[in-house]
């Protein structure tokens, strides 16, 4: 477990908490009411603030989770919590203080993903595991299970529903014991489906026919407005040839760029590579 030097049981009314950038970020109003209603440091008050120790937390379980992982840089920070991001982080008092033993970083993402069928579509806000960490001396306990559960619970998604960025080989493995996830769908990203991901309404795609459709749409009315501004002026508008040119290069980059240019990864691969650089694939 990871001890810190100030008491987190006021933190954990439950065992496991949900963290949000909201949650971490001091107002300037509350830091000054915390500084005057204090005597002493008031440089260091606001470090007692609820907000300010769970940024720490945070900080220190990432760069934990990262050097588990052997990742150059960590993938949680409390500066890096986005909006569309949450963190579990669990604790208990099986040391007969409280401290924390895990953290699960999920969010959500717009991705351009591969189906079963090889063709290229593009899901919004799909459910993604991004960081996930149990301390050393409680591995292989069944804390990460009941973190993932808890987390599963709360956000309202099933585990076959999630894509996972660039798992670690224990991570492949706790998918494949509690969820009986091992077929994977190749992807030309660093994230890692698995089979039946695509099935039911949950996900929202839009196929590359669509895509181009929308994309044809767009170029037919920019076409359209040159032809009019060009009968207009009477000169050629090469700003808008440019723009027609940018919009389909644009579409064809990211639906076939990815497939050219990058390795189309597995996950029972280690090669799978990108944001999450390993500096070396211990796991
Ligand atoms: N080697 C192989 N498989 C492992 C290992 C290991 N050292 N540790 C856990 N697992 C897998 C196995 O399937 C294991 O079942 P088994 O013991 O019967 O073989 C199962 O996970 C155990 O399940 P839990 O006890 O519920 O999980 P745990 O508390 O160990 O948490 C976690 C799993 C988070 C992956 C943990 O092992 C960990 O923190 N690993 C280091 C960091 C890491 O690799 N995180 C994932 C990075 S990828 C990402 O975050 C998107």
Redesign the pocket.
């Known amino acids: 477990m990871v001890d810190f030097g100030f008491d987190i049981k006021h933190l954990f009314p439950q065992p496991i908490i949900r963290v949000q950038p909201h949650s971490l970020r001091p107002k300037i109003t509350q830091l000054q009411h915390h500084h005057c209603s204090l005597t002493g440091n008031p440089q260091r008050r606001h470090l007692t603030l609820p907000s300010c120790q769970l940024s720490q937390i945070l900080d220190v379980m990432g760069k934990l989770?990262a050097d588990?992982?052997g990742l150059r840089h960590p993938?949680t920070t409390a500066d890096k919590l986005t909006a569309d991001q949450v963190v579990y982080l669990m604790a208990d008092e099986a040391a007969g203080h409280w401290a924390i033993t895990?953290l699960l970083k999920v969010g959500t993402k717009d991705l351009f993903l591969f189906d079963q069928e090889g063709c290229c579509r593009r899901a919004n806000q799909t459910p993604a595991?991004?960081?996930?960490?149990?301390?050393?001396s409680?591995?292989?306990?069944?804390?990460?299970?009941?973190?993932?559960e808890w987390m599963l619970e709360q956000q309202g998604w099933s585990a076959r529903k999630c894509s996972?960025?660039?798992?670690?080989?224990?991570?492949l493995?706790?998918m494949?014991?509690?969820y009986g996830l091992v077929r994977t769908i190749p992807q030309g990203n660093n994230f890692v489906l698995y089979e039946g991901f695509f099935d039911g309404p949950i996900t929202k795609c839009n196929t590359v026919r669509e895509l181009q459709a929308t994309s044809r749409f767009r170029s037919q009315s920019l076409a359209r407005d040159q032809t009019q501004l060009s009968i207009r002026n009477g000169a050629h508008s090469g700003h808008f040839r440019r723009a027609i040119a940018n919009q389909e290069s644009e579409l064809k980059t990211s639906l076939h760029g990815r497939r050219r240019n990058e390795p189309r990864t597995f996950a029972s691969t280690t090669c799978i590579q990108g944001s999450?650089g390993r500096s070396s694939d211990h796991?």
């Open positions: 989770s588990a992982q993938v895990g595991i991004l960081d996930f960490y149990v301390h050393e409680r591995q292989r306990c069944g804390q990460g299970k009941l973190l993932f996972v960025d660039r798992p670690s080989k224990k991570l493995a706790f494949g014991k509690h999450r796991n």
